[in-house]
């Protein structure tokens, strides 16, 4: 019965927890709809995404380490030479791999 | 919504099997080790959907369980995810809210981060949103499960391999931001202020500042960067 109980509560807060999750999610979309286009908030909105691929890949590089660091100028220099996302990323993984397999 | 798209946003999404399948794999063993239970841990995985609101709430487990504590740091960590939705309306203004509440329960930085990088070359198109999300939710998911089917050790320079390629893959979307770009200083800006930051915040706080404090500095130029 104490076993039934607790997996009950884990069910109960793994539920609340995901409905929190995909409030935080859908709430923006549903709450932008009264935003204007010409609007402060929408100017802000659209200029985010680039700044934030920025501050998301520093995060990363700080996150992984050296191998991190070299797996994502790896990556980067890849793309830019070659515009094929494939290749660059095995470039990339490869690239982190050897740094972190010697230790760097 | 089109099927282009989300064929687009499928493939374009299949090195995530991989990165988020290791990713979840780690999770998995951490349930593991916490003594639940494979379909809690499935569950887990499938209905939060988020590595860091996971990750927090596994570090605050305990007996009985501080549901309401649980709750707000949930809504801290994942409070990006209203930047981000807010961003997709403005790219699906057209679409009603129904007919996207799928792919916003598959939400995810990288997703969001691909979906806005492809709008700026083929259009919005929500059909990639979910494409995109779908090889990132099953590896998220397979990998929480595969942790309870294999007994796999959790450390190893493959699996840090692995967990880097997210970053990697939003690095190889910067030479096309850069075209819309009209100066350095934004984006100089966002890794400044993300570094500075992310000594004293997590990771997902970091990138919103730094992204945040960028943007601000977009603004203020005469023309969107």
């Not at chain 2, 080790?33 to 570090?59: D, K, R």
């Not at chain 2, 730094?210 to 023309?223: A, N």
């Amino acid at each position: 019965m104490r076993d039934l109980m607790k997996n009950l509560d884990v069910l109960g807060v793994i539920f609340i927890l995901g409905l929190t999750c995909y409030a935080m999610r859908a709430g923006g979309y549903v709450l932008a709809a009264s935003m204007r286009d010409d609007g402060i908030a929408a100017r802000f909105l659209r200029l985010a995404p680039g700044n934030l691929f920025i501050a998301f890949i520093v995060s990363g590089c700080l996150s992984g380490g050296l191998a991190g660091l070299v797996g994502t100028l790896v990556a980067l220099v890849t793309m830019a030479v070659t515009a094929r996302e494939w290749a660059a990323l095995g470039a990339g993984f490869g690239a982190a791999l050897a740094t972190s397999t010697i230790g760097l | 919504m089109t099927a282009a798209g989300f064929r687009r946003g499928l493939v374009a999404a299949l090195p995530f099997l991989l990165s988020n399948g290791a990713a979840g794999l780690v999770m998995g063993l951490t349930y593991k080790g916490l003594g639940l239970g494979a379909p809690q841990a499935i569950l887990f995985s499938l209905l939060v959907y988020s590595a860091t609101a996971q990750a927090i709430t596994l570090s605050m487990w305990a007996s009985p369980l501080p549901v309401a504590a649980m709750v707000v740091a949930c809504i801290a960590t994942n409070s990006r995810y209203l930047l981000m939705g807010a961003h997709l309306r403005q790219l699906f203004g057209g679409l009603a809210p129904r007919k996207i509440l799928l792919s916003l329960f598959l939400l995810a930085d990288a997703s969001w981060l691909m979906t806005s990088s492809d709008a700026d070359r083929n259009g919005p198109d929500a059909g990639y949103l979910l494409g995109s999300s779908i090889p990132m939710a099953i590896g998220w998911v397979g990998g929480t499960a595969l942790a309870y089917a294999a007994p796999l050790a959790t450390n190893g320079p493959l699996r840090l391999a692995a967990a880097l390629l997210p970053t990697m893959f939003i690095a190889t979307l910067l030479p096309s931001q850069w075209k819309n770009a009209t100066s350095p200083w934004p984006w100089l800006t966002s890794a400044v202020v993300a570094f500075l930051v992310s000594r004293f915040v997590d990771p997902s706080w970091s990138m919103l500042i730094g992204g945040g404090c960028g943007t601000l500095v977009s603004m203020m130029e005469r023309t969107d960067a």
